[in-house]
């Protein structure tokens, strides 16, 4: 039998929960304290609850049949609504415990990094950020600018060098 970690996103009409309400929110709590053993973790808002739960199961459709049951269970513990599931992923766990160890926000990049990434000086890499054609900053920190790294990739892969140094242009 294999592990499962299973999000549920049920939808509903009816009285919307509101995270302000402290009886809202003890609710929701103790229907989590009901299905402890399943390590859930529940969000709700307005008209939309959620839950993750650890549950076991031969396949992807047995581990989602004992995670809708057992959030039953616990909505009905503590009376809340039973609402339509309308969203759920069941992830085998030792693949979930991979994407755990992935980041969840993208890589950033300042002007050192940037001058690197472009095998040009720090100086040049403060120029070429200043042009229009260059990706907009993520975040302007009291360190300075930071960038996403993705999107300086997409740069450099379409950006034409030129060597030497730009002329200057005299005007008559």
């Given at each position: 039998?294999?592990?499962?970690?299973?999000?549920?996103?049920?939808v509903?009409?009816?009285?919307?929960?509101?995270?302000?309400?402290?009886?809202?929110?003890?609710?929701?709590?103790?229907?989590?304290?009901s299905?402890?053993?399943?390590?859930?973790?529940?969000?709700?808002?307005?008209?939309?609850?959620?839950?993750?739960?650890?549950?076991?199961?031969?396949d992807?459709?047995?581990?989602?049949?004992?995670?809708?049951?057992?959030?039953?269970?616990?909505?009905?513990?503590?009376?809340?609504?039973?609402?339509?599931?309308?969203?759920?992923?069941?992830?085998?766990?030792?693949?979930?415990?991979?994407?755990?160890?992935?980041?969840?926000?993208?890589?950033?990049?300042?002007?050192?990094?940037?001058?690197?990434?472009?095998?040009?000086?720090?100086?040049?890499?403060?120029?070429?950020?200043?042009?229009?054609?260059?990706?907009?900053?993520?975040?302007?920190?009291?360190?300075?600018?930071?960038?996403?790294?993705?999107?300086?990739?997409?740069f450099?892969?379409?950006?034409?060098?030129?060597?030497?140094?730009?002329?200057?242009?005299?005007e008559?």
């Open positions: 039998m294999k592990e499962w970690s299973v999000d549920i996103t049920r509903g009409d009816g009285p919307a929960l509101d995270p302000h309400d402290e009886e809202t929110v003890e609710r929701v709590q103790k229907a989590q304290w299905i402890d053993e399943y390590a859930p973790v529940a969000s709700f808002l307005g008209n939309e609850i959620s839950f993750q739960v650890a549950v076991k199961g031969e992807p459709e047995e581990a989602v049949a004992e995670a809708i049951a057992v959030t039953d269970k616990a909505l009905r513990n503590v009376d809340l609504p039973e609402w339509p599931v309308v969203e759920i992923e069941a992830v085998e766990w030792t693949r979930f415990a991979e994407q755990l160890k992935e980041p969840t926000y993208p890589e950033l990049v300042g002007i050192a990094e940037l001058a690197e990434m472009l095998k040009v000086s720090k100086q040049r890499a403060s120029e070429l950020a200043r042009d229009e054609r260059f990706p907009r900053p993520q975040q302007v920190l009291a360190s300075g600018p930071v960038w996403i790294a993705s999107n300086v990739r997409d450099a892969a379409t950006w034409v060098r030129k060597p030497g140094r730009p002329r200057k242009v005299v008559a």
